[in-house]
């Protein structure tokens, strides 16, 4: 019987393990140096946790099984629920702000397509305690900070930017009930996904007032933050929602990266938990889903049992990401720099002692070396060496026999030097 792969699954091949890694550790060095503090939780949790406040898209994907004593429990499909819950635990104990980061491999049973599967890895940056857009700026820049340090320019990536604040303003004050909202952002999120033709009939199923859906409908053509100002009118929510917009970019614009960032109305998030600034972020082709995304949530702690406290952060996923930096070339120059250093040949097989002791010491002292198990001509040996990428190649010959020299070669230029072995590796330190 031939085993397949599950459907949305990934086998990371060592090339593919290597770019991973990349990704990884790049979010980790942008984390620690942006001042946050890494944590994780359990890949599974209580089901209910998920069917509380992610919302019905998450719900509906969720992995869900029963343990032997019968209880109900998931796979996560995000973090965020397990971050509000381990904060809560602790609120008295940790001092504030709360800058955590976190990359855990999430499962969602969502539909496979380009740059969406069912398994995936997905960082997050969140900050607790901090009521104020200075907070949701700071993720932004951190989100960006990652972007450019992988190689990608605001031609490339584009950080579009609104408030769930705003809209929940504008919506109350066009006459939206407030209990019907998540529907409604729940389609409003869809507006830059689905066709328009497609996105008109789901605005029709939650709000059956015609006036009012072509109120929404002017409103989600709105193409800066300035037109919104005739909407909001003397509304007192909205326009303080555009000024705390204003204020974020301001931010942003003293942070340097006001050239990355963008109003878009279209930005309303999918999740249910979100309350103030949300945020996306897309590769300039659009022909692919969000590489990132989030907003405040203000709500989530208190909903989870615990005190009122702000909360706002985001999660970027491996999958849109590797695509886009696969396309940049990013990943080109990764099977050099995670080769070998040193393959160390030897030209006599009567030296196979004397070389497996300059590899040891090699790797004593540090360096990543190899050999060949199988041996055969130097010409064999040092295709080997290529074939792992090697740096090096350290030879044991004529002159090691007779003067205890190696031969240095650099695999790249192909210019050989003669050492002596003590040398050598006095020089290695
Ligand atoms: P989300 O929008 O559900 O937000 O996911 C954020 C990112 O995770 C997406 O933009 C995408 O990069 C990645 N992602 C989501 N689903 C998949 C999938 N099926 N396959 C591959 N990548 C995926 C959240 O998860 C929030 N908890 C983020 C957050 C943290 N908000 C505040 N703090």
Redesign the pocket.
């Known amino acids: 019987m031939e085993i397949q792969p599950v459907k949305g699954t990934r086998d990371f091949y060592p090339e593919d393990m290597a770019k991973r890694n990349f990704i990884a550790d790049l979010w980790k060095q942008v984390s620690l140096r942006n001042g946050f503090a890494e944590y994780d939780g359990p890949i599974f949790e209580y089901l209910a946790m998920y069917q509380l406040k992610s919302g019905d898209e ?1 719900a509906s994907q969720l992995f869900a099984f029963e343990d032997r004593g019968g209880r109900q429990l998931a796979i996560r499909p ?3 629920p397990t971050l509000a819950r381990m904060v809560n635990q602790r609120i008295n104990a940790l001092p504030r702000p709360i800058k955590w980061f976190s990359v855990p491999r ?1 499962c ?1 049973a ?1 539909r496979p397509q380009k ?4 398994e ?1 890895f ?1 960082w ?1 940056i ?1 900050i607790i305690g901090v009521d104020d857009c200075l907070a949701d700026a700071e993720v932004i820049f951190c989100s960006v900070d990652f972007l450019s340090q992988a190689g990608l320019t605001n031609n490339d990536v584009v950080v579009r930017i609104s408030s769930r604040r705003l809209m929940a303003a504008l919506l109350g004050y066009f006459g939206i009930e407030k209990e019907g909202l998540e529907k409604v952002y729940g389609v409003l999120d869809k507006k830059n996904k689905v066709p328009q033709e497609a996105f008109g009939k789901m605005l029709e199923e939650v709000i059956s007032d015609s006036s009012k859906r072509q109120k929404v409908q002017k409103l989600m053509a709105v193409e800066s933050l300035s037109q919104l100002e005739d909407f909001a009118g003397s509304d007192k929510n909205a326009n303080q929602a555009i000024e705390e917009l204003k204020q974020l970019f301001n931010y942003l614009n003293i942070m340097g990266i006001s050239e990355f960032c963008k109003f878009d109305i279209g930005i309303v ?3 249910a938990y979100y309350t103030g600034i949300v945020f ?1 972020i897309y590769d300039k082709s659009e022909q692919l ?7 405040r ?1 203000d709500n989530l702690l208190a909903d989870f049992g615990g005190q009122k406290i702000s909360a ?10 590797g695509i886009v930096l696969e396309e940049k070339g990013v990943f080109k120059n990764l099977s050099q720099k995670n080769g070998i250093e040193y393959f160390v040949a030897l030209a006599d097989e009567s030296l196979q002692n004397e070389s497996l002791k300059v590899v040891t010491r090699l790797r004593r002292a540090g360096r990543k070396a190899d050999f060949s198990y199988k041996g055969g001509s130097l010409g064999k040996q040092l295709k080997q060496a290529s074939a792992a990428n090697a740096a090096m190649c350290v030879i044991l010959g004529e002159e090691f026999t007779q003067k205890k020299q190696l031969v240095i070669k650099n695999m790249d230029s192909g210019q050989q030097d003669i050492v002596a072995v003590e040398d050598f590796f006095s020089r290695l330190g």
């Open positions: 998450i995000e973090i965020t999430l969602r969502e740059g969406r599967l069912r995936f997905q997050n969140d998030r999918g999740l996306e889903r969000a590489i990132c995304g989030g907003g949530y706002t952060g985001m999660g970027m996923g491996d999958c849109v990401l």
